[in-house]
């Protein structure tokens, strides 16, 4: 899911902003488990209705 956030790119990289985090290309699935965590842990707010 995550793992074209870690890749690194020309224009637009994450994987910059994501790497000293430890979500690196060898650990993709450390980034989805930290999203979802997240997701998990957090209220929803409607943003539009």
């Given at each position: 899911m995550?793992?074209?956030l870690v890749v690194q790119k020309l224009r637009?990289?994450?994987s910059k902003f994501l790497a000293p985090a430890g979500f690196t290309q060898e650990n993709p699935e450390g980034l989805k488990?930290?999203?979802l965590s997240l997701a998990d842990?957090?209220?929803a707010i409607a943003?539009?209705?």
């Open positions: 995550p793992g074209y637009h990289d994450k488990a930290a999203i842990e957090g209220e943003d539009k209705t």
